[in-house]
């Protein structure tokens, strides 16, 4: 069983940054891909960015590329977004995905990934 639980969420002004924190527990955490995903107005979940189970392949959505980079650190039990440029748009609820042990590489696909934080607000001033 592995549990996440997402940070570094907040008020920023537009054009700032900010770095997402998922801290997981459990010993399988390392051994599965984790991604990144952001909540739509329509409730449904918009994929962000996804590294493999090690963190030496990743892959991005179109919506963020080119503003985010996707990093985790197993010594640690964490995964992290950075996101470069924030725009008013960029405002909503960011949610942690981890997949299931051995399910190492990275995928956009929700219904792929196992475990889900609560999700870190994110604010993007004018």
């Known amino acids: 069983q592995v549990q996440l639980a997402e940070s570094g969420g907040g008020l920023v002004q537009a054009g700032g940054s900010l770095r997402l924190t998922c801290a997981a527990s459990g010993r399988t955490f390392s051994s599965g891909a984790a991604g990144w995903f952001r909540q739509t107005p329509e409730n449904d979940r918009e994929f962000v960015a996804a590294?493999?189970?090690?963190?030496?392949?990743?892959t991005y959505g179109d919506s963020m590329r080119g503003r985010v980079t996707i990093s985790r650190d197993n010594d640690k039990n964490a995964v992290y977004l950075e996101i470069r440029r924030l725009t008013p748009e960029d405002r909503t609820v960011y949610y942690c995905?981890?997949?299931?042990?051995?399910?190492?590489?990275?995928?956009?696909?929700?219904?792929?990934?196992?475990?889900w934080g609560q999700g870190t607000q994110v604010t993007v001033s004018s």
């Open positions: 590294c493999s189970a090690s963190g030496r392949s990743s």
């Open positions: 995905a981890a997949r299931v042990q051995e399910r190492r590489a990275p995928t956009p696909r929700s219904w792929e990934y196992d475990y």
